[in-house]
Structure formats: C-alpha cells, structure tokens
C-alpha cells in the first residue's frame, strides 16, 4: 500500500508561486500515473493536473494549463506540482493521488492511493 504525504501549501499573494510535493512512501509508486486534484471549500474536487509512470505524458485542466508544471523525480519517489500566477480562485485544499493505468486522467475513480492535502490560499 502507497502512502503518500503532500506539502508546500501555505499562504500566497496573487500572482506569486508555490511548489507543492507529494512524496511515496513506496518504491512501487514509480509504475503508477500520478494526478493532483484540489477542493475548495463548498466545491468538487476536481483535476489539476496529472503525469504518467515515467514522466513523459502531462496533461492538464484548462483553469491551470500554462501557470501549472507537473513533474516528477523518481530517484525520489516524489512528484511536483510548480504553481505560478496563481489567483484567489486557486484557493483549495491540494492532493495527490496515483494510479496504475488510468485511461481518463481527469476522473478521480481512476485514482487508488491519495494522501491527506495541504491547504494552499492566495490572497487578492
């Protein structure tokens, strides 16, 4: 069983960066996809963005896309999530969650092992 443990939120003026980090406790971690997802207060949670087992393949949603990186170190079993520009509305609760071989990378159904979040705010 992975677990996983994410950290780096914390407080941010718009317009500023945050790298968030989701680190496994288990080397099997490297053969999964990885997504980060987020929930705001009285919303879904939705997708942010995800990367595949090797690091190769990215994706992500429209709201993020061009201000997100996602990416990962597999020597550290540990993914990113380089935020920039970010805006109030990107206020939430962040997580990371892997998965073995998702087909819709957007669909939180396709994720097994997801860890406890860290909170980011972005202050107007």
């Known amino acids: 069983q992975v677990q996983l443990v994410e950290s780096g939120g914390g407080l941010v003026q718009a317009g500023g960066s945050l790298r968030l980090s989701c680190a496994a406790s288990e080397r099997t971690f490297n053969n999964y996809a990885v997504g980060w997802f987020r929930q705001a207060p009285g919303k879904e949670r939705e997708f942010v963005a995800a990367?595949?087992?090797?690091?190769?393949?990215?994706t992500y949603a429209d709201s993020v896309e061009g201000r997100f990186t996602i990416s990962r170190d597999i020597a550290k079993n540990t993914a990113y999530l380089q935020m920039s520009s970010l805006k109030p509305e990107d206020t939430a609760v962040y997580y990371c969650?892997?998965?073995?071989?998702?087909?819709?990378?957007?669909?939180?159904?396709?994720?097994?092992?997801w860890g406890q979040g860290t909170q980011v705010t972005v202050s107007s």
């Open positions: 990367i595949d087992w090797n690091g190769i393949a990215t």
């Open positions: 969650a892997t998965a073995p071989r998702p087909l819709h990378w957007a669909r939180s159904y396709e994720y097994d092992y």
